[in-house]
């Protein structure tokens, strides 16, 4: 997914300023589309350049006023167009694991420490994806397809962050109590590779996330 198109769809769901849309982004396009506030204005400028998107005008024009942007036709062309395109996954990155495979070469000191931050991390975005899951997305407001579709976007956070929960309770209780040799150097055999484990996303998310 790109910034442009994430932009095009907030705008596209409502006519914003950037001031909005960086709060929009901040509070829930951020969960699986991360921007900064610099990031957004600029595709703003660009999207407006390209003619996919307009300022409105202000009913009365005043000095320093907010501009509020909606789609034109030409951008929601092109959303349509990137909806349809076929797209491979793009592999992820993920700094803890790689950090797993470095302590099982040079010692797990601290790294019990990490996992149990990590995994307070995750709690925590899970029960806010669950409060709004509760709050926004309730059976009888899921009739529609765009609904059914926002929701299925959540979901998708919230299994993202059960399946991280889940996993780091079950690093946690593998590495063992802190004392009993869970932080301390591996006794690999010379020229052993330790065994892969799966790629972490990151929260609409989520937080992003995620």
């Known amino acids: 997914m790109s910034l442009p198109h994430a932009i095009l769809t907030a705008l596209l769901e409502k006519p914003s300023s950037g001031l909005e849309l960086t709060r929009r982004f901040d509070k829930?396009?951020?969960y699986f589309w991360s921007a900064t506030h610099q990031q957004i204005y600029r595709e703003l400028g660009r999207l407006e350049q390209a003619g996919h998107i307009r300022a409105l005008p202000a009913p009365v024009p005043v000095r320093g006023q907010r501009k509020e942007y909606e789609v034109l036709p030409a951008g929601r062309a092109e959303l349509g167009t990137w909806v349809a395109r076929s797209e491979d996954p793009k592999p992820m990155r993920?700094?803890?694991?790689?950090?797993?495979?470095a302590a099982a070469v040079v010692g797990a000191a601290g790294l019990r420490a990490e996992l149990s931050r990590h995994l307070a991390l995750h709690?925590?975005?899970l029960a806010e994806y669950l409060e709004i899951e509760t709050r926004d997305f309730p059976a009888e407001r899921r009739r529609?397809?765009?609904d059914r579709l926002r929701h299925l976007v959540l979901r998708g956070g919230i299994d993202m962050e059960r399946f991280w929960v889940e996993w780091l309770r079950s690093a946690l209780v593998e590495l063992g109590a802190p004392g009993s040799g869970g932080d301390e150097a591996p006794s690999a055999t010379p020229g052993e590779t330790p065994s892969g484990a799966p790629s972490e996303t990151s929260s609409a998310a989520t937080s992003d996330a995620p």
Do not use: K, V
């Not at 993920?94 to 495979?101: E, H, I, Y």
């Open 28 to 30: 829930s396009i951020g």
């Open 94 to 101: 993920a700094a803890l694991l790689l950090r797993m495979r």
């Open 123 to 125: 709690e925590g975005q």
């Open 144 to 146: 529609t397809e765009p």
